[in-house]
């Protein structure tokens, strides 16, 4: 017995719709059960006052791009390459591209 095409992509598409709802209610069960370690996290950073996530973690202007200075990415020498796999994801930060000029 062969199957029509039609019939193996509709079962697969039935397959994967079926996972994808099994994956929502297994993440929609756990948030609730991790609502205690949530608020313990959260009052963990409010209390060291830690700041925003980190991004990156090789390089220093890679880290946080909001608080990326003018010549960290040039700190070997001025015409360096990018040595960081992150620094090619990553663009730089508006007050780097305009050099401080709006």
Same mark, same amino acid.
């Given at each position: 017995m062969t199957l029509?095409?039609?019939?193996? +992509?509709?079962? +697969?598409t039935a397959l994967g719709l079926a996972a994808l709802f099994v994956i929502a209610a297994d993440a929609g069960l756990? &948030?609730?059960?991790a609502a205690q370690a949530?608020?313990?996290k959260r009052w963990l950073v409010k209390s060291l006052a830690l700041t925003d996530l980190?991004? +990156?973690?090789?390089?220093?202007?890679?880290?946080?791009p909001a608080m990326a200075d003018l010549?960290?990415? +040039?700190?070997?020498?001025?015409?360096?390459?990018?040595?960081f796999p992150s &620094?090619?994801?990553?663009?730089?930060?508006p007050h780097v591209r305009t050099h401080g000029r709006r």
């Open positions: 029509r095409r039609s019939t193996v +992509f509709i079962s +697969f756990r &948030g609730r059960g949530l608020a313990q980190a991004l +990156f973690t090789d390089a220093r202007y890679t880290r946080h010549h960290s990415p +040039f700190q070997d020498y001025p015409i360096s390459l990018e040595h &620094g090619s994801l990553m663009p730089p930060p």
